[in-house]
């Protein structure tokens, strides 16, 4: 059965920081990764999506890289702003493509 | 705007009575989901639509009855719930398959069993 850890649960940094969050897996084969990040109260947006095939995957100030052999996705975020506050997500797909497991998440706080 | 769009944002209810929980997505999606988000516990998957047919049911009780009339609109009809069913519950929507499609979620329906 596919166990989604994430690692911090939570994280307090000053602005303009270079953080890096971690995601591991039990089950190597997956089909796709994605990271999601949620504000209180509110659904998932998603940031990055990376395929099985793929190693990593940028979006501006957030690169996401994925080692499926080791069971880890990392998610880095580059010069850390109070606005990138929020619960991060990771979230792996089964290789049928239709189920997803998600981590318990990683709760970021940045001071400015 | 998230193209997901799930309503009542809030709604509580007793433990008798039956409510229908309501999402629509303008994506032109053919995957829907329906997500349980408790208190400090994972995101977890109920069930799970493509092209209107039922392909997911994560051991879901039966108090809880997904119905989807179109690829565009699902929903969530509730009855005799529990107290620990309290939770916020999200849509989300895809492409269906094997494809590179994100997940695209609601900003979700805070629920409240009394």
């Known amino acids: 059965k596919q166990e989604v850890t994430q690692i911090p649960a939570a994280l307090s940094v000053p602005e303009g920081e270079n953080l890096v969050l971690n995601c591991s897996f039990t089950?190597?084969?997956?089909?796709?990764l994605q990271w999601f990040r949620q504000d209180p109260g509110k659904g998932l947006t998603s940031l990055l999506l990376i395929q099985s095939s793929q190693r990593e995957q940028t979006s501006g100030r957030l690169n996401a890289s994925l080692d499926k052999s080791s069971g880890r996705s990392t998610l880095y975020i580059a010069a850390s702003q109070p606005g990138d506050s929020a619960t991060y997500l990771c979230a792996v797909w089964d290789t049928g493509g239709f189920k997803t497991i998600f981590g318990a998440g990683t709760r970021l706080f940045v001071k400015a | 705007e998230t193209g997901v769009t799930q309503t009542p944002r809030h709604l509580v209810m007793g433990m008798t009575n039956k409510k229908s929980l309501k999402c629509e997505q303008h994506l032109g999606h053919n995957a829907m989901y329906w997500y349980k988000q408790s208190a400090k516990k994972p995101l977890e998957l109920m069930f799970v639509?493509?092209?209107?047919?039922?392909?997911e049911n994560n051991s879901v009780p039966s108090r809880f009855s997904p119905e989807c009339p179109n690829s565009s609109h699902l929903f969530l009809h509730l009855h005799t719930l529990q107290p620990e069913d309290s939770a916020l519950y999200l849509c989300a929507s895809r492409e269906p398959g094997q494809g590179v499609s994100p997940l695209h979620f609601g900003n979700g329906t805070r629920l409240t069993v009394t």
């Open positions: 639509y493509n092209f209107k047919e039922q392909t």
């Open positions: 089950d190597s084969a997956i089909y796709n």
